[in-house]
């Protein structure tokens, strides 16, 4: 029972904003929505996360809907070493801390 | 720098023939744990441990063993390793939920 669905795949000029898309449409209130990312066979990394205000760091945005169904990461310059895996996940604060990785996002970042 | 490093990163061997991957964090991280990754199976999680001497089974732990006798090392054992165990490994810390650090990653190959 998938808890998020993303898009397979999506490309992105060098250089512009990419803007993955992440439904979560069965969210309930103390579930947090986190971001990962997978360069070509190495290990996971963690981008960003948040429960319902919009977050920002070093590395990316994550903007999240006022009803919580749904959540943006956006890389605002896109570059080459960003094509990875991009993974939405759902969790539970205060759980088992297991990540449950689906298939995410492929963002292939053209020059 | 802070790290999570695996040992071997790639390892050929024979059905039956006892191996250990080790891990070890720098970040004096309670929680750790170890994932397998396929294809088109994505990533699961084999075991868990959230501190000293915990540890838990994830969701594929059948062939697996782990221990857990200093903070900073989670070794994976596989007693009689077969070729359905052939996959890539990623050990992963973290001390504040979900937002964990992933190892180099560990091809392991069963013949």
């Known amino acids: 029972d998938a808890k998020t669905t993303q898009p397979t795949s999506m490309d992105c000029a060098e250089g512009r904003a990419a803007n993955l898309p992440c439904n979560h449409s069965?969210?309930?209130?103390?579930?947090?929505v986190y971001w990962y990312r997978q360069i070509h066979s190495q290990g996971p990394q963690y981008i960003i996360h948040?429960?319902?205000n919009n977050e920002t760091n070093e590395m990316a945005s994550l903007i999240i809907t006022e009803d919580r169904k749904s959540s943006t990461l956006i890389l605002p310059h896109a570059t080459l070493r960003d094509t990875a895996v991009y993974y939405c996940?759902?969790?539970?604060?205060?759980?088992?801390?297991?990540?449950?990785f689906g298939k995410g996002t492929k963002l292939t970042v053209n020059p | 720098e802070a790290q999570v490093t695996q040992n071997p990163r790639y390892l050929i061997t024979v059905t039956g023939k006892k191996l250990t991957v080790t891990c070890s964090q720098n970040?004096?991280?309670?929680?750790m744990s170890w994932y397998r990754q396929d294809p088109g199976l994505g990533l699961r999680q084999i075991y868990y441990?959230?501190?000293?001497?915990?540890?838990d089974k994830g969701d594929v732990p059948e062939g697996y063993k782990v221990s857990r006798k200093e903070k900073r090392n989670f070794p994976l054992i596989l007693e009689s390793p077969s070729p359905n165990q052939t996959s890539l490994y990623f050990c992963?810390?973290?001390?504040?939920?979900?937002?964990?650090?992933f190892g180099p990653g560990t091809r392991l190959t069963v013949t």
């Open positions: 996940i759902v969790v539970y604060q205060g759980g088992s801390e297991k990540l449950v």
């Open positions: 948040g429960l319902k």
């Open positions: 441990s959230m501190n000293v001497e915990v540890t």
């Open positions: 970040m004096n991280h309670e929680y």
């Open positions: 992963a810390s973290g001390d504040r939920g979900y937002e964990q650090y």
């Open positions: 069965t969210i309930s209130g103390n579930e947090y």
